[in-house]
């Protein structure tokens, strides 16, 4: 869930990060050639880490290079798509306990804001929705490269990480050891210039 937000972070900020020739253009996030990931990392009791990934995912961007406050980027992750590679577990975990799949059956992100930190790298800042909360988050991104593809395409690839305290998108985590209170949400893509 946080993953998927973290998705659309990426997106957003990958968006914005300038770059030498670079127009102004909108983006589809490549889902259909596998091309992205939203992933995660949690402690479990502390004693190990938990991966995984949501297999169900859309996402958009514009970016202009000469006008980084046009840039934007939207996503939207199917959170019932968890994948932790345990059926059991995925269960549980898409339950009224945790996320509540049922009632809240997507997690979207909208960006709002970009600050460039460095070279094809900047912070990126937008609204992620989960389990029916909205926070502000922030997640540092970076363009990992774009350019021609071997089918006519032109394309633009991102990744960026953060992490986010589930508290925050209210889902309880008091009877779980504090390691277990956040988690880290990575995304990395290509998008196809359309």
Not at 29 to 37: K, L, M, N, P, W
Request: charged share 25%.
């Amino acid at each position: 869930m946080l993953k998927k937000t973290a998705c659309a972070s990426a997106i957003a900020a990958a968006l914005l990060v300038p770059l030498s020739q670079a127009q102004a253009a909108d983006y589809q996030v490549d889902t259909e050639g596998q091309h992205a990931f939203v992933q995660f990392k949690i402690s479990h009791l502390g004693l190990s880490y938990l991966l995984g990934s949501f297999k169900e995912f859309d996402g958009q961007f514009t970016y202009d290079a000469d006008d980084l406050d046009a840039s934007s980027v939207e996503f939207e992750v199917q959170v019932d798509s968890l994948d932790t590679n345990h059926a059991e577990r995925d269960r549980h975990i898409l339950s009224g306990d945790f996320l509540n799949a049922s009632e809240y059956p997507t997690a979207t992100f909208t960006s709002t804001g970009f600050e460039t930190t460095g070279d094809n790298e900047g912070i990126l800042t937008g609204d992620l929705t989960l389990h029916g909360e909205t926070q502000e988050i922030e997640m540092p991104v970076t363009l990992i490269g774009e350019g021609d593809d071997p089918w006519g395409n032109y394309r633009a690839g991102f990744e960026g990480k953060t992490t986010l305290t589930l508290s925050d998108f209210g889902i309880d985590m008091s009877d779980f050891p504090e390691p277990m209170h956040e988690l880290e949400l990575y995304v990395t893509f290509e998008g196809i210039r359309q």
